[in-house]
């Protein structure tokens, strides 16, 4: 018998032959059901940690074909469909994954020709032509199968009772990702109900996030991957703001905590984040998709970047999984003015000052090309630490020619010297004698060539760097668009 055929020697349990075998069965597809809802997950837009994984799964297996899916009652819908671009759902029945999302364990048909039930489903008979499937469960906590994470193939083949757990595997970070967003959405949610109710927040039941650590061996062949999904794939295009932004881990074999995001609100509205998570490894990785999730969703809830750290700040302390980790940030919004240039409103979690650049004019005497202005919110503490935290804010206005330079404290604490570091005088000073006309992109070049030529070992913590000019300033440079960079210790790749 293949390991398709249980599909057609279905076990007595998967159909009951009474009438309260059959409630039962249909008792515990409701219950399913509610779990999908449960998790808010069908429909929305494509999400880079899901894409990514589909990615990994499809080069790890050497398929063409790899998806997250979510069943629901009547459909089958892609989360994320390596190598099936333009597919957002199937009708359920027949279907593979609708099939798969009934059985316990890993579900394999190494040739789908020889299968009974899965000879006829589209897949296997249409364009396609699917000859292999194996699938594994996306399992809850309290065990209901949302869904599964399927690799395809167009000619039979066979996997190793290891390929099989590395599948279940990816399966769990897939789950992982769904608990970490699951999370971040209960945290806005309370907040909201706490505002309006004005009520003590109801203690909340969470969900373990991460599972027990990968052995050194598996967290080095992940580590670059699964950092790629902590940061945004691209930044957005804003009109009349270049933008540009660079990520440097100091280890290739373990992933950073720093992170950054841009992305648009409302018309002639953005926000953005940058910040960095304590510790490295796992567990800054969980805690800095837990924070990205949490300020994505926040933001869009509120236009005021102090209370997008409150909400923060709550998530991290009622997290049991966070354990006393915590983080610096600063978060701001952009909204574009009439004249061209932009308001910001900038708060700050602890985080380092801000800089916003623009050209020296002759009724400066400041001997350099460039005005460097400090942009320090009166106070902020750390985000997690406190349950009384505060936070602080500013505003301040991006003119044309203006640029606002963000980054994390690894910057400052790169070696120049034996016992020298470049510190806040030396990262002013070397600010303060480039061409501030030359716009963010090359800002950012610039700051990396520093961490490259200028620093005695290179930057021994991570460093992450988000730029922003308005463009129209005084004649200079062609503003230009730079891509999405990430590079570690002894290596460089081209992110995003």
């Known amino acids: 018998m293949t390991e398709g055929a249980w599909e057609s020697e279905v076990p007595p349990h998967l159909v009951p032959p009474t009438a309260a075998g059959r409630a039962a069965a249909a008792d515990t597809e409701a219950a399913r059901i509610e779990a999908v809802r449960r998790y808010d997950i069908l429909d929305t837009p494509p999400d880079g940690a899901f894409d990514r994984i589909a990615a990994l799964a499809a080069r790890l297996f050497d398929v063409p074909l790899a998806t997250v899916t979510i069943v629901d009652v009547d459909r089958v819908w892609f989360k994320a469909a390596h190598g099936l671009e333009g597919v957002r759902e199937v009708g359920r029945d027949p279907g593979l994954c609708a099939s798969a999302v009934l059985k316990d364990g890993t579900l394999v048909i190494p040739d789908t020709l020889l299968d009974d039930v899965a000879r006829g489903n589209p897949l296997v008979t249409g364009s396609l032509g699917i000859r292999f499937y194996a699938a594994a469960p996306l399992v809850t906590r309290d065990g209901h199968r949302l869904g599964t994470l399927d690799i395809l193939d167009t000619v039979p083949r066979s996997i190793s009772p290891q390929d099989t757990a590395l599948l279940t595997e990816l399966a769990d970070i897939v789950m992982d990702e769904l608990e970490l967003r699951l999370s971040a959405l209960r945290a806005v949610r309370e907040e909201r109900e706490r505002t309006a109710v004005q009520e003590q927040l109801a203690e909340v039941e969470r969900e373990a996030r991460i599972r027990a650590e990968r052995d050194a061996s598996s967290i080095a062949a992940f580590a670059s991957a699964l950092q790629r999904t902590l940061l945004p794939p691209a930044l957005p295009t804003v009109p009349g703001l270049e933008l540009a932004c660079h990520y440097h881990t100091a280890s290739a074999h373990e ?242």
């Open 255 to 496: 992933v950073g905590g720093d992170f950054y995001d841009l992305f648009a609100l409302r018309d002639g509205e953005w926000a953005f984040f940058l910040g960095d998570v304590c510790g490295k490894g796992p567990e800054a990785a969980a805690l800095t998709s837990l924070v990205r999730h949490t300020l994505r969703v926040a933001a869009q809830h509120t236009a005021d970047p102090v209370a997008v750290l409150d909400v923060l700040n709550k998530a991290l302390l009622e997290d049991v999984t966070a354990g006393s980790r915590f983080c610096t940030a600063v978060v701001g919004t952009l909204t574009a003015r009439d004249d061209g240039g932009f308001d910001v409103r900038l708060a700050t979690g602890g985080h380092p000052p801000a800089y916003r650049l623009r050209p020296a004019d002759s009724a400066e005497d400041t001997g350099t090309p460039t005005v460097v202005e400090a942009v320090r919110p009166a106070g902020g503490m750390l985000v997690g630490a406190f349950p009384q935290a505060r936070f602080a804010a500013t505003a301040l206005r991006l003119d044309p020619g203006d640029t606002l330079l963000l980054y994390t404290d690894g910057l400052p604490e790169v070696r120049t010297g034996t016992d020298r570091w470049l510190g806040w005088e030396g990262l002013e000073a070397f600010l303060a004698a480039r061409p501030a006309a030359g716009g963010a992109a090359d800002l950012v070049d610039d700051t990396v060539e520093l961490l490259r030529t200028q620093t005695l070992e290179g930057a021994e913590d991570d460093v992450a760097l988000l730029a922003m000019s308005v463009r129209g300033g005084p004649a200079g440079p062609p503003h230009r668009v730079a891509a999405a960079t990430t590079t570690s210790a002894g290596a460089a790749a081209a992110g995003g």
